[in-house]
């Protein structure tokens, strides 16, 4: 028998083996799917389907304005119509296809076979897909929210909207924006310890950067929104006056909290399609990125600066002339990093020998619309222009064609690059070439003119306008403009159905293309790759079409199945050393069954059945206790052999990981979110204009102390466990102590918070209140950490070299100590005499 022969059958052994372990059930059990390439083709459909309501949304704004005084929808409609077009655009379709994108492609370009959580994964899509559900049948019930997709105060507060609609958009969106949050830590963890041996940092695809600096943008970018959201939903709900200026609150620090998301939120979105379009560009111009590194140092310059620009949305607000110059200078900066973006694509293209193809074509149309939309952002960045242009479809134009030019022609890029990969097949390209033009038209014919009517003094946001402003013809022209962009979105659709259908089969690689992802077979199996690649160049260097065989045959890492565990390895996170074996859960409903219960708490709140809302929040705190029991081990494994001559040992044996970094990402998002909870404190203290000196509560110090010492107490309980297991002592009574400690700490804050008396009389309880109650929190928490390790332990899943679970718990009990700590020390110097 020859050679290829007894390869071929042991690769088909091998695939179907590693799919009998990999694949999800048929029938209902895909609802138990937690594989990466399911729930990442879900996440991209379901964007997709929000982004066509959302374009009808957008389409039916174009209806109204397309003439004046128009009758087809009044205010109230159309106030919830533009509201939700933006909602939706922002939160339901950029972010989600961004997370969709990264989670199918992700561990296919680092040579992984799943991401680092997969049921955190799944969970994360129930989440956006209920929490998204609930904005739409809002919409169809004709209560969705109507203030804005910014929802500024006082306009949502509870005297100016009365209705529910406001609590939607906070209830849901922040629902939605748990989810991206914890699919940002997972793509960081996923990033730096989830790669192919060898794969040091440096080598790693561009594509990796970016959505490396894009996860860590949400980590420090949501958690002010999500603060923000909960504080006006706690004005809303239970009258805290954080925005009311009558009681010590300030409308602006909405804006602030808002646009510290808001801004760094449009790189959010922009990032991801530029590390698209920055590895489309070599395949095509059959030239290596040029500026690799040049670029990485820009990404990450865009991530840190964007975080130093969000007052630019807020200088017509009245702020000092000092505080206007510095963030008009910050606004115009940012260009210079994008340039360098910009020209590292057109340098590439120059090196190489480009070939044109309608991924390229799309490119094209995305640049020369980015570019105009750039230019107008800088003369927005310009104060006394600003002035001008605030609120008028100016804005509208500059932000569509960021938007569209930055994301939207990126991504149908994209689709034509990156779906062979999913379905197989190639684009038939019949139809390409005049959806394009169809849409480029249609777009320039919408939104140029926008420039103009805002130039002429229209305002957004109104419903209509008089013949006698003289804009009819204007709107008319563009509205036309927007059906025509419709019509190239449907033949868009059209062409991708073609493709489905009629589309030619290939095996690998069509594009030529030099990055991993092209190694896999083509529609990938559930595992991505049968076996790990070894790799030992950059990685945006490699020959899919010579590793994809080997790969398959087995020739590489973890290149057999072994006691039907799901495994892909850990790496170092410098060197890409292989460092475990990872082993990943089964599929499993807990993580549908999590969601729902999430979203049964989500609409107690929303319709303020509080008490009620405990049942679900159990049973969400309990179902996440339940992830936890098939995880781990009993006893201490052997070093498993990943390849001929080399082991590692299986992932709870080692010192950090992926969990461990999970708790540390997740306390650094927590950390944020503290901070810009302080931020909050300092900034009503400091600006709002009627803050008593000295009326306020007196924060009692006989209690506040012993809360901290017992805060304290309980770290060094933690900590104490840990060093018992370690050194293989009983640790039963540390972790008693510990939970007691935080038990204590919990009933001294929750006695301060009664004795502050009616928070809802002025900010400053309403502040101190949120102090005490979030460092409460954190000591509840707190204990669920303790007795959760007393019981891995009792459970026999913890020994000296298997001591993570407690070590995770330790981390949080030292954050509890400092926040309880910090979060005292501002309640009782707000409360000084
Ligand atoms: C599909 C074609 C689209 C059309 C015809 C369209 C049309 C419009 C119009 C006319 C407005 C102004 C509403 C007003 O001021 O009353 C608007 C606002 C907006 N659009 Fe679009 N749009 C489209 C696509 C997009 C996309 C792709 C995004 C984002 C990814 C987006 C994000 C927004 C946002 C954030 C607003 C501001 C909403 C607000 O003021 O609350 N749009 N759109
Ligand atoms: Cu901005």
Redesign the pocket.
Known sequence: MDEGNTRARSSIRLHKELSAIWDAPPGWGRLAAVNHTTIGKRFMLTAFVFFLI??LL??L??AQ?ATSGSAFIGAPIYNQI??M??TI??FL??IPMFEGFAIYLLPKMLGARDMAFPRLTAYGYWCYLFGGSILIVALLAGVAPNG??FLYTPLNSQPYSPGINADIWLLGITFVEISALSAAIEIIVSILRLRAPGMSIERMPIMAWYLLVTAFMMLFGFPPLILGSILLELERAFDLPFFDPTRGGDSLLWQHLFWLFGHPEVYIIFLPAAGAVSMMIPTFARHELVGYRSVILAVMAVGFLSFGLWVHHMFTVGIPHLALAFFSAASGLVAIPTAVQLFSWIATIAQGRPRFDVPMLYLGGAFVVFILGGLTGVMLAMVPFNFQAHDTHFV?AH??YV??GG??FPLLAATYYWLPHITGRMARHSVSVPAFWLLFGGFNL?FFIMHLTGLLGMP???WTYPEAAGWDIFNLISSVG?FV?AAGFALFAVDIVLQLRFGERFRRNPWRARTLEWATPTPPPSYAFASLPVISDRADRLDPDRIGPELAAGRGYLGAARNGWMETLGVDIASGEPREVVILPRPTYLPLFTALATGAFVLCLLFKAYALSIVPLLVVLGLFLAWTVSSGSRRDLEDLPIAPGKTAPPHWQVERPPSWWAMSFTLTADGVFFASLLFGVLFLRVVSPDWPASQGPVLDLRLALPAIAAAGLAALAGRHAVRRLLSGRPLAVALVACAGAHLAAMALLVAMIVALGDPTVHANRATIFALLAFAALHAALGMIFAAFGLWRERSGLLSPARSVDLRIGAMWHGASAVVVTIALLFAWIGSAP
């Open positions: 959302g374009g957008g389409m704004i174009r304005l533009f509201t077009h933006g655009m922002m379709f950029a804005g997709w509208v932000l569509h938007l569209v994301f939207v919408t957004r946001r109104v927007s962009m």
